[in-house]
């Protein structure tokens, strides 16, 4: 008979879950030795656990396969809760492990001992604990729901010492994932009245739409009523940037540019919209508002006209969407691609200039068109939501639905696990790469060939920006005074630097040629962002 840690490790291996991300514990010990001995499921040790659900988040989008992370009690707990958050709020299915106490020890006081089960609640989807009956069942009922729309992380509690125990036999039910039903007829006839009656819509499109396959009927779409399309960061390659279509990215670098489009609509229409990026009311103008995606509008109503909430199998309602009767609509495309020319054309490198935009342009040209960039948040996240190329969603991977620092190195790692056929970089800067500097270790102990580049002012620069913009002086946001002390490696991963374009232009070439991790230090300044972020958006 298999014991309940077999069993997990076993069953995890059928769901597909190919990688386990955390810290070990004493209670670990007998689920780490039974996914040593499991074909096809492996354990990859991280230096925090929080960098284990970034890089179950990461491992999904770059591969639309689930991963499990795990931490100890306390703690360990404590710190895999931020790459669960992530998780949850870029809607990433992953399943989260962490040591509890027995039955009879849950309500005592003891070391390290704390409620994980009301911990977890308010940033995972469902919550249990494993019982040495029922391994099987638990692991498919989870996985079922992580994945299930709209997917999420889900926590499974481990009792102390059930490792060892024999796995009472039990067969688990086969995987029954429920699909989203089509939005109800009569909405949809609504859908098709309110857009054949608009003169200017514009589509808005979120993340929900990624998961979709609903790319080619937003372009068609798009296509067919010759209207503009914006984005959401996190679907950023549902609709190439040079296409005749293409408005822009909502609240990242250039904004008011953007603004000058999708403030001229009188319908906004949301497909795949998730305003856990940002709410509808932060840029849309006072126009009513068609929502199609898999869950309600959340819209505030005293301000806006909610003109249609259409709920449902995504592909189902955009067919509807598409086979509407009506020519193209009203909207100069001539204008918008004045806009949209004037917007890259300012995203462009200055010529002679090493800044911000000269970093982010040589690493593009020199990765690959399918490569994967993975990125940080701070500055240059708002700089690269607008100016880099990405040809598909999973071709750019970042965190906006939470926004937490130190997520680009260890997602960065998890890509070039899940695709390791295709280039990998991660843009970080100086506040992530100090949190998550230890994961360099990570890299190099697993030979992932994966290109960091420091984007390194020594400084919050988004931060500093925003008080800077309040009038206020510059307070808590200065890193260091003095630049890293000098080094040719962090950990073991070797570092080049650049000063200058030619500098950096020698860099990548040394990089990419390199087989293992490696780290590029470009020197910015915050001076680099200034009229380019943070511009608003109306």
Same mark, same amino acid.
């Given at each position: 008979m298999a014991t309940v840690a077999e069993r997990l490790a076993? *069953?995890?291996?059928?769901?597909?879950?190919?990688?386990?991300?955390?810290?070990?514990?004493?209670?670990?010990?007998?689920?780490?030795?039974?996914?040593?001995?499991?074909?096809g499921i492996e354990f990859v040790l991280v230096s925090n656990?929080?960098?284990?659900?970034?890089m179950a988040d990461a491992y999904w989008r770059s591969t639309g396969k689930p991963a499990a992370c795990f931490g100890t009690y306390g703690p360990g707990a404590c710190n895999l809760s931020t790459g669960l958050c992530c998780g949850f709020l870029d809607r990433s299915p992953m399943l989260a492990f962490a040591d509890e106490m027995t039955d009879s020890m849950l309500s005592r006081t003891a070391q390290m001992n704390m409620d994980q089960q009301a911990f977890f609640k308010p940033i995972s989807k469902f919550q249990t604990r494993l019982k040495q009956d029922k391994v099987g069942e638990i692991l498919y009922q989870a996985y079922?729901?992580?994945?299930?729309?709209?997917p999420g992380p889900v926590y499974i509690g481990l009792p102390t010492g059930m490792g060892m125990d024999e796995a009472i036999e039990e067969y688990p039910k086969l995987?029954?994932?429920?699909?989203?039903?089509?939005?109800?007829?009569t909405i949809l006839g609504e859908m098709e009245e309110i857009f054949k009656k608009s003169r200017k819509p514009l589509l808005a499109v979120g993340i929900t739409s990624t998961r979709a396959d609903v790319r080619s009927l937003i372009l068609r779409i798009?296509?067919?009523?010759?209207?503009?399309?914006?984005? *959401?960061?996190?679907a950023k390659g549902m609709i190439p940037e040079d296409h005749p279509c293409y408005a822009g990215v909502l609240a990242h670098a250039l904004s008011d540019l953007v603004g000058l489009t999708h403030q001229q609509s009188d319908l906004i229409v949301g497909i795949g919209y998730d305003p856990v990026e940002i709410n509808y009311e932060d840029w849309?103008?006072?126009?009513?508002?068609?929502?199609?995606? *898999?869950?309600?509008?959340?819209?505030?109503? *005293?301000?806006?006209i909610l003109g249609c909430d259409v709920v449902g199998d995504l592909k189902h309602s955009l067919e509807r969407l598409q086979d509407i009767e009506h020519g193209r609509k009203d909207w100069d495309m001539q204008?918008?691609?004045?806009?949209?020319?004037?917007?890259?054309?300012w995203l462009e490198p200055v010529p002679g200039k090493f800044d911000a935009r000269a970093v982010l342009s040589g690493l593009r040209e020199k990765l690959p068109k399918n490569g994967i960039m993975t990125c940080d948040v701070g500055a240059h996240l708002h700089l690269i939501g607008q100016q880099w190329p990405t040809p598909s969603p999973e071709c750019q991977i970042i965190t906006n639905g939470c926004s937490s620092m130190g997520f680009g190195i260890p997602a960065a790692i998890a890509a070039k696990l899940g695709c390791p056929d295709r280039e990998v970089c991660c843009v970080v800067?100086?506040?992530?790469?100090?949190?998550?500097?230890?994961?360099?270790t990570t890299a190099l102990r697993l030979g992932t060939k994966v290109i960091f580049v420091l984007m390194s002012d020594q400084d919050l620069s988004l931060i500093r920006i925003k008080q800077e913009r309040k009038g206020c002086k510059p307070y808590g946001t200065r890193l260091m005074d003095k630049d890293y002390i000098a080094s040719d490696n962090f950990f073991g991963v070797p570092v080049l630097g650049a000063n200058n374009a030619r500098e950096y232009q020698n860099s990548l070439d040394k990089a990419f040629a390199v087989e293992g991790p490696v780290i590029i230090k470009a020197s910015v300044t915050k001076a680099d962002y200034q009229g380019l972020i943070l511009k608003g958006n109306k």
């Open positions: 076993q *069953t995890l291996a059928e769901l597909g879950v190919r990688y386990v991300f955390g810290v070990p514990s004493g209670n670990w010990v007998d689920y780490c030795e039974a996914i040593r001995k499991t074909k656990e929080a960098s284990a659900g970034f079922e729901i992580a994945v299930s729309e709209r995987l029954s994932l429920k699909m989203v039903p089509a939005a109800d007829q798009a296509e067919k009523f010759q209207v503009p399309v914006v984005l *959401t960061p996190m849309m103008p006072e126009v009513p508002l068609v929502h199609i995606d *898999t869950m309600p509008a959340d819209l505030d109503r *005293t301000r806006f204008s918008l691609a004045q806009r949209r020319k004037q917007m890259f054309s800067g100086d506040g992530g790469f100090l949190m998550m500097v230890g994961e360099m």
